[in-house]
């Protein structure tokens, strides 16, 4: 098996869908979830 990189417009295709997907995630999760969400970036 071969792994490549992805190329650069999937990775923009991957990383707009993350951060969609984070932006919902937090409306719903409110300030705990931000907390969570900025302990884990804090890494």
Known sequence: MTVAAPSA???SE???I???MISE???EAGASGQA???SY???
């Open 9 to 11: 417009q999937l990775e």
């Open 14 to 16: 991957l990383r707009a």
């Open 18 to 20: 993350g951060d969609t």
């Open 25 to 27: 995630w937090l409306e």
């Open 36 to 38: 969570v969400f900025d």
């Open 41 to 43: 970036k804090a890494l």
